[in-house]
T-cell receptor, first 114, second 110 residues
Framework: ETGVTQSPTHLIKTRGQQVTLRCSSQ?????VSWYQQALGQGPQFIFQYYREEENGRGNFPPRFSGLQFPNYSSELNVNALELDDSALYLCASSPGTSASYEQYFGPGTRLTVT | GQNIDQPTEMTATEGAIVQINCTYQ??????LFWYQQHAGEAPTFLSYNVLDGLEEKGRFSSFLSRSKGYSYLLLKELQMKDSASYLCAALNTGGFKTIFGAGTRLFVKA
């Protein structure tokens, strides 16, 4: 148990729809990162938030957006869903200091786009 | 460019030692993670190397050579429960972006 939770566990959406995935970080962790993991692949970095501001972004289009809240929760929003968005979405929280970059992953949300 | 390479699959015998190699090319490098991921589960942290050399943690050790862009994870006294994917990941300078390799699936046989 990492203390990081995600909801929902599974989700099925139709192409063109919008989806919001939620993550609750460990208390005291100011940094949250979101990843997309396709089957048989490693996680791909989407973006990172630090103290409610986007801190860095991977090679994902603007229809992937996020929010981080003061209560250590965060959201990943994906607009205009495409079939290729089907994947496991992972959030990971960390203390966000140079003393510890260890990330604690949540169990993930399995998104299926049909 | 940014690239992480590791073998796709490895097989080893229970009780043996296995070394999983990783080479990386990143624009700006802070350190190297190793994570373990069982099928259907989230990755769990194994190690983080910043300096060159070997770090030992129980049955698992991790090595880093910054000049060669090379790391390995060494697993000793293999157990069946070690069957999993092992992910190598590079953290960029600034610490805001982690690039993962595709993972090495390790099969431990009796």
């Amino acid at each position: 148990e990492t203390g990081v939770t995600q909801s929902p566990t599974h989700l099925i959406k139709t192409r063109g729809q919008q989806v919001t995935l939620r993550c609750s970080s460990q208390s005291g962790h100011n940094t949250v990162s979101w990843y997309q993991q396709a089957l048989g692949q490693g996680p791909q970095f989407i973006f990172q938030y630090y103290r409610e501001e986007e801190n860095g972004r991977g090679n994902f289009p603007p229809r992937f957006s996020g929010l981080q809240f003061p209560n250590y929760s965060s959201e990943l929003n994906v607009n205009a869903l495409e079939l290729d968005d089907s994947a496991l979405y992972l959030c990971a929280s960390s203390p966000g200091t140079s003393a510890s970059y260890e990330q604690y992953f949540g169990p993930g949300t399995r998104l299926t786009v049909t | 460019g940014q690239n992480i390479d590791q073998p796709t699959e490895m097989t080893a015998t229970e009780g043996a030692i296995v070394q999983i190699n990783c080479t990386y090319q990143t624009s700006g490098f802070n350190g190297l993670f190793w994570y373990q991921q069982h099928a259907g589960e989230a990755p769990t942290f194994l190690s983080y190397n910043v300096l060159d050399g070997l770090e030992e943690k129980g049955r698992f050790s991790s090595f880093l050579s910054r000049s060669k862009g090379y790391s390995y994870l060494l697993l000793k006294e293999l157990q069946m429960k070690d069957s999993a994917s092992y992910l190598c990941a590079a953290l960029n300078t600034g610490g805001f972006k982690t690039i993962f390799g595709a993972g090495t699936r390790l099969f431990v046989k009796a």
